[in-house]
């Protein structure tokens, strides 16, 4: 645990055009980071003074949205908190909301946020589907997912900040002129996909994309006011009819069209959240223990999971949030041929490790190794 002052911490902000690149936590240290205790103070503080000052003692990338004025003054007391609940503090205290995307803590309005995070689902079911529709096109959308870290300058402009992510994942922006000229303190975009890294430079200009040319161009869009997505709900004990009659009153204006033993509901991703919650309490009990699993390893923990046509990428995805760290080459795996947005069936039950992961990979032609909480991945 780690103490901060408010006397440690100065509200004077210098540009400085030449700085290091930090090297910030990622993936499965980042997630363990959220969860350390710790405590600070201070009182009439700006808000980007405090924020730079947790970022370079707990060694996190934080990224606070453009639209939230840094000279903020806050008074802040955190006694011995998780890192992610002490940063959803002084975000509140601002009025403003906290997420994670990548290994980044992005801290922005309310709207913003929650627009965000469900572009970012839109975003990835736009390259899956791309996937589907045409084969060959399976590694490209493989190479779009990769995670990479970038960073920026002190008085870069976002045209500055957007041409590195572009090149390195190899896409045309068709109208950059439609973007703002603007001046953003630094900062860094620490493991994020394509998805994550154009959409969080681009979300705080108020902006979002559709994918174009076969995943190598963006057609820049504003952001509608509220942005929803349609997800699908497997009921089992309670009839049709109560469940729309709860989410009706627990999330009124909420579009609910029932299908059979199914629900279609058209929500933002929070609400879908919190519709999961309601939906599958059992789940969510068991998602909100403390992150001890992280310190476990694979081979002494059991796996329960009952997915239809799932894409493997995103049943990963859902895994490191668990601590489970994947490690392997993209670009062998596209040369051999073999597709993580391949859709797949899963149906285990307190599965050991191997059991798992063999119903995980097999149908792929994927070798693995674990090795503690890492998966290494090669193809057979």
């Known amino acids: 645990m780690q103490s901060l002052s408010a006397n440690e911490t100065s509200d004077r902000q210098l ?8 090297k910030y936590l990622t993936d499965r240290n980042f997630r363990r980071a959220l969860t350390q205790r710790f405590s600070a103070s201070w009182s009439n503080v700006g808000i980007r003074a405090i924020l730079q000052r947790i970022q370079s003692t707990q060694n996190v990338s934080i990224i606070l949205d453009r639209r939230v004025d840094p000279s903020l003054k806050l008074t802040i007391d955190v006694q011995n908190q998780p890192l992610e609940a002490g940063l959803k503090k002084i975000a509140a205290s601002a009025h403003a909301t906290m997420s994670i995307v990548g290994s980044n803590i992005y801290i922005g309005p309310a709207q913003a946020v929650s627009n965000l995070m469900t572009l970012l689902e839109l975003k990835q079911q736009e390259l899956l589907d791309l996937a589907d529709s045409q084969p060959n096109l399976k590694s490209r959308v493989l190479f779009l997912s990769r995670k990479k870290t970038f960073y920026y300058q002190d008085l870069e402009t976002p045209t500055e900040i957007l041409k590195p992510i572009t090149d390195a994942y190899q896409i045309t922006l068709t109208d950059p002129q439609r973007i703002p000229h603007d001046l953003w303190a630094n900062g860094s975009l620490s ?8 959409s969080l430079v681009l979300i705080q200009l108020g902006f979002t994309y559709q994918w174009e040319q076969q995943g190598t161009q963006i057609q820049l869009e504003p952001v509608p006011d509220t942005v929803t997505i349609e997800k699908t709900y497997q009921l089992r004990q309670n009839s049709i009819a109560i469940v729309i009659n709860q989410l009706n009153k627990a999330f009124p204006g909420v579009t609910v069209v029932p299908t059979g033993k199914r629900i279609k509901v058209q929500a933002s991703m929070g609400v879908h959240e919190k519709i999961d919650q309601l939906l599958n309490p059992a789940k969510t009990s068991r998602n909100s223990k403390p992150a001890k699993a992280e310190t476990v390893p694979l081979q ?6 009952r997915v239809k046509q799932v894409p493997l990428i995103a049943i990963m995805n859902k895994l490191e949030q668990s601590g489970i760290e994947f490690d392997y080459n993209s670009s062998q795996l596209a040369a051999a041929e073999i597709d993580l947005n391949k859709r797949i069936d899963v149906t285990v039950k307190e599965a050991r490790a191997k059991e798992f992961f063999d119903a995980l990979f097999n149908s792929l ?15 057979k």
């Not at 540009?15 to 930090?22: N, Q, S, W």
């Not at 002494?300 to 999971?305: E, G």
């Open 300 to 305: 002494r923990r059991k796996f329960t999971l």
């Open 191 to 198: 493991a994020v996909n394509a998805n994550e890294a154009l």
């Open 365 to 379: 032609d994927l070798d693995y190794q674990i090795q503690g909480a890492k998966v290494i991945l090669t193809p």
């Open 15 to 22: 540009a400085v055009l030449h700085r290091d690149p930090p």
